[in-house]
């Protein structure tokens, strides 16, 4: 899920969307960016600028400075036959971020098609203090051939040339962009950071070529994993290990294989072994086509042990996929029409690729990247599909649509509970067809706030009722026995009590995990912090496994480099494979098994080699980790598919576990969701987990008082409906800390806070927040902003009364941070800012100058500032009133389009984030972590004279549009106290 220019990615891209799924991406993110590269071809002749005979047409280009106090020039370098550039960045030294550059234009367009790599040589002064980054643009209508990558100077290994250094850069080009245009310009954009750097610099060699990355094998696959069993133990490479007697489970009416399945994994994870896994393992591939369907399967002669799928696009395409990967009998057999294929013919085929992998020695797991249901649509023929899931249209929004508070209404009771029941029924569809036990994994990543039902989007309270009502809905509505329960949250969490806020509960969750990436890996191990993030993760959630009584294990990881996985070639970390293994495997934690993402295709995103041919000599030709990856594959401690086959095929005689734990009563409110605002007669539901014979109540409290409601059963046993009238209301008073109890017995099942009788005034449209609206608690703000941070980072968001700009507070952000950490805070804002042109707000810097991002975001975009590249942000530590042209904010998928246009129409929400430089000079002193705090306030959209960046001091008067805010709409509180 990344750019690290902008707010650090968390998930994943979304690729290419081969058979139409949808994979994890991360927090507000833009549409994905597809990384090609040419067919294995050396036949297209590079096209490369030698400056052999001048400057080739190379121009010095500042159109990206902006306010940056740079100078320069370009010009020829006879003596080295070189592009010679020109620097000043004397003046500015405090800026973090100062651009200026070299570019090359041509009407006609630059060809970038058939080509794979940028490459160039760089030549700069060793003196140089602070940092160089160079960053290439190609880009034309929206799409860039290069997407925006960059690297520093100091990332790269220098040799020494007489008296200067030399390093060598290297971009990868975006195939399938190239394919489409011809950008009129390359830009070379020469960032200067924290540097007083006035000498120049010789760009040489500037070369667009096609550059093979593959390789052939010389390792010999051979497995050294022994798992033999018995009907009470597993064995794994001579060691025994009991199935458990008894077990806890969500369902206590899991089938038996499910149950055993259920032993095996934790006998597993006991082990000094662990099972690999692979999403999509033979749905989805990068190699070969002419071999297996499997990339897994090319390579070590086994499909990986766990198989993944996801439902996100209710498994669109799949019957077309099937029945080109298995042929039209095979297909037809399975009862998957061949032509005018349904939804229920995807759905068969899905079970039918999942089945097949359970019969190769695969246990399958599924997520579920679901459609936004706020946009689902009821089709004017509803009534004719038998099918609940037909009877919806839910194609216009997926996941990654973070507007009309879905998961608010999701509930029953709710206006979006029919469109969810409905895609719930095509999971019990598809698990009713699979022949084996299911890892299902709902509402993943959910302390990011980049799908809908993530941080930001829900109360921790609403998050656990959806998802203990998924369970329910399946167990006990849908009869569904034939899963185990998962919950697989980021890697945000700093603490057990981190991990447990959004938790939904013994009784709801069988396995517990955590998803995290190795971003841009490098070889140097100081360079390289995911080794020990990952660790912590793996710690934290292990301890978290054995204190509740589950499973664990690592529910995604991968290598991320930019917007693709795997790079073609030059992977810097390629043993990462046995890295992790070595990782899970540690004696004292107990995982069961861990799971790369999708193999997309060659020409985007991979997750683990692949195969192009197999050579007649039985090696392989592919991918540069091939030899790696076979190793991992060889190490005992892998567990792959055909390790485990006869296995799972021998779980039926297992001794079957007695289920324990299951009779304790609970339950949760349904209506209204935590956080509510109450101020007239309401309709209050809760529902039980079983009936009961005992007291059922529900109370309402607030300012020391409580009234029981009167609350009336249905038929079920388990639904209990009540109403808090405007008497009750009135009797208790207003309040913002107000709450709703359901209560068995006088035992309290669960409380949520609501807002009793406090009129809500409306933030004005061109309002983020002024902080004025929560009365100095931050119980309150914490309701509206949402925090995310990375592994090992820690983010403190409070309401402070100093310092502060207007009114009486202000907003304090408080962060922790690794050299490559990030963290921050989001809003959900849905407004129009068409009318306006400028953000302005008020910060205190603190002066550590990291990567300071403040974020917009609107169409499934987000678009970013950098303060930090701002000279008179990045020099101070003063109170600063900033106002920034909508010109200044910047898309982040690597098309850099302004906040402009229809964009301005459909704000959806804001963020302020900080991101850890790893080499300024906040770490000079050899710190591993930053501490900051920054103070925002008065974030609002304006109308702006002037379409320049302006830092002022106080309020200016020259511009009336851009004063201070008139008495009518200075303060908008949310709260009426």
């Known amino acids: 899920m990344g750019n690290k ?34 067919a294995e071809d050396d036949s297209k002749e590079a096209r490369t600028w030698d400056f052999s005979n001048g400057v080739q047409n190379w121009v010095y280009d500042d159109s990206w400075r902006g ?239 766990i198989d993944g799928l996801d439902c996100g696009e209710m498994f669109k395409g799949f019957a077309e996929k099937y029945i080109e990967k298995f042929g039209e009998e095979k297909a037809k057999e399975a009862g998957i029409a061949v032509d005018d294929t349904t939804a229920a013919d995807d759905i068969k085929a899905a079970a039918a690729f999942s089945n097949d992998s359970i019969n190769k020695g695969a246990i399958m797991t599924l997520s579920a990247h679901m459609y936004n249901f706020a946009y689902a649509v009821k089709k004017n023929n509803a009534d004719s599909y038998e099918k609940t899931y037909d009877k919806y249209d839910y194609t216009a929004k997926d996941s990654n649509e973070l507007t009309g508070d879905c998961m608010n209404k999701i509930l029953p009771g709710g206006e979006f509970n029919e469109a969810f029941t409905a895609y ?50 399946l167990r006990d509505e849908k009869n569904i026995h034939n899963m185990l329960y998962l919950y697989g949250p980021g890697s945000e969490a700093g603490s057990e009590k981190d991990y447990e806020e959004r938790y939904p509960g013994d009784d709801y969750v069988d396995l517990v995990g955590f998803d995290a990436y190795a971003d841009n890996p490098s070889a140097d191990d100081s360079k390289y912090s995911f080794k020990n993030s990952f660790e912590g993760a793996i710690k934290l959630t292990d301890a978290f496994a054995k204190k509740h009584g589950k499973l664990f294990a690592v529910t995604e990881t991968g290598i991320r480099n930019g917007s693709v996985a795997l790079l073609p070639k030059d992977n810097e970390r390629k043993e990462w494979f046995t890295e992790v293994l070595d990782a899970v495997t540690k004696s004292e934690y107990n995982c069961s098994y861990f799971m790369l993402w999708s193999n997309y295709s060659s020409s985007s995103s991979y997750y683990t080699p692949f195969v192009s041919k197999k050579n007649s000599d039985g090696s392989l030709y592919g991918h540069e980790m091939l030899d790696s990856f076979i190793k991992f594959y060889n190490d005992s401690r892998s567990i792959f598919a055909s390790d485990q086959k006869n296995i799972l095929e021998g779980l039926s005689s297992v001794k079957e576990a007695t289920i324990t734990g299951t009779k304790d009563i609970s339950g949760y409110i349904t209506l209204p969701v935590s956080g509510s605002r109450i101020l007239d007669d309401v309709k209050v539901t809760a529902k039980l987990n079983m009936p009961t014979e005992g007291k059922v109540s529900l109370r309402v409290s607030g300012n020391g008082k409580t009234k029981e409601l009167a609350a009336q059963k249905d038929s079920s046993g388990k639904i209990y409906t009540a109403t808090l009238t405007k008497a009750v209301l009135d009797e208790i008073g207003e309040t913002v800390t107000g709450t709703i109890g359901l209560y068995v017995d006088d035992k309290l099942c669960q409380e949520i806070s609501v807002i009793l009788g406090v009129k809500e005034k409306e933030m004005l449209p061109e309002q983020i927040d002024d902080f004025e609206s929560y009365a100095g608690l931050t119980n309150l703000l914490l309701g509206k902003w949402a925090t995310n941070n990375d592994s090992e980072c820690t983010i403190d968001i409070s309401v402070v009364e100093s310092p502060r700009y207007e009114g009486n507070y202000a907003f304090k952000l408080e962060y922790n941070e690794t050299k490559t950490g990030w963290g921050g805070a989001t809003i959900s804002r849905e407004v129009d800012w068409s009318a306006y042109n400028a953000l302005r707000f008020w910060v205190k810097p603190d002066g550590k100058n990291q990567k300071t991002v403040v974020q917009i975001n609107s169409g499934g975009k987000a678009y970013e500032a950098y303060l930090n590249t701002y000279e008179d942000y990045a020099k101070t530590d003063k109170e600063l009133l900033v106002t920034l042209p909508f010109t200044e904010f910047k898309a982040n998928d ?33 710190s591993e972590m930053v501490k900051g705090v920054l103070y925002y306030d008065d974030l609002r959209a304006v109308v702006a004279d002037s379409d320049k960046p302006v830092f002022a001091d106080s309020w200016t008067t020259e511009t009336p549009n851009n004063n201070k805010p008139s008495d009518s709409s200075k303060v908008t509180p949310l709260y009426n106290f």
């Open 424 to 473: 719930l029924d095509m999971i019990a569809d598809y698990a009713s067809q699979v022949k084996g036990t299911i890892l299902f994994r709902p509402f993943h990543e959910n302390t990011g706030s980049w799908f809908w039902w993530g941080k930001a989007f829900c109360e921790p309270e609403t998050y656990k009722n959806v998802f203990k009502y998924t369970v329910e809905y």
């Open 5 to 38: 220019k902008t707010k650090k990615y968390v998930g994943k891209k979304i690729a290419a969307k081969a058979l139409a799924l949808s994979m994890c991406v991360t927090a507000l993110q833009p549409t994905a960016i597809k990384l090609s590269y040419a």
């Open 894 to 926: 690597g098309s850099d389009d302004p906040l402009s246009g229809d964009a301005l129409k459909t704000i959806n929400s804001a963020g302020l984030w900080v991101n850890a430089i790893g080499d300024s000079p906040a770490f000079a002193d050899g």
């Open 67 to 305: 306010d940056a106090k740079v100078t320069g020039s370009a010009e020829h370098d006879q003596a080295g036959q070189r592009l010679k550039v020109n620097l000043d960045y004397s003046e500015a030294s405090g800026n973090g971020w100062a651009q200026t550059g070299v570019s090359i234009s041509d009407e006609k367009g630059i060809d970038f098609k058939g080509y794979n790599q940028l490459s160039f040589d760089f030549y700069y002064n060793p003196s140089l203090t602070g940092d160089i980054t160079i960053k290439a643009v190609a880009e034309e209508g929206g799409k860039a051939v290069l997407n925006d990558q960059m690297s520093s100077v100091s990332s790269l290994k220098a040799e020494s040339k007489g008296n200067l250094n030399k390093v060598t850069f290297k971009f990868d080009i975006d195939g399938s962009s190239a394919e489409e245009i011809s950008p009129k310009k390359l830009l070379l954009v020469i960032v200067g950071q924290n540097t007083d750097y006035k000498d120049a610099v010789y760009f040489d060699n500037i070369s667009i070529s096609y550059v093979s990355g593959y390789v052939n094998s010389t390792v010999k696959v051979q497995s050294s994993t022994a798992l033999t069993g018995t009907d009470t133990a597993l064995s794994v490479n001579g060691n025994a290990y009991n199935y458990a007697d008894s077990i806890k489970l969500a369902d206590p009416d899991a089938d038996k294989n499910t149950k055993a399945v259920y032993q095996y994994l934790k006998a597993v994870g006991e082990s000094s072994s662990v099972i690999y896994g692979h999403m999509e393992d033979q749905a989805l591939k990068a190699g070969s086509k002419d071999l297996t369907l499997s990339d897994t399967e090319d390579v070590t002669g086994s499909i990986s042990a």
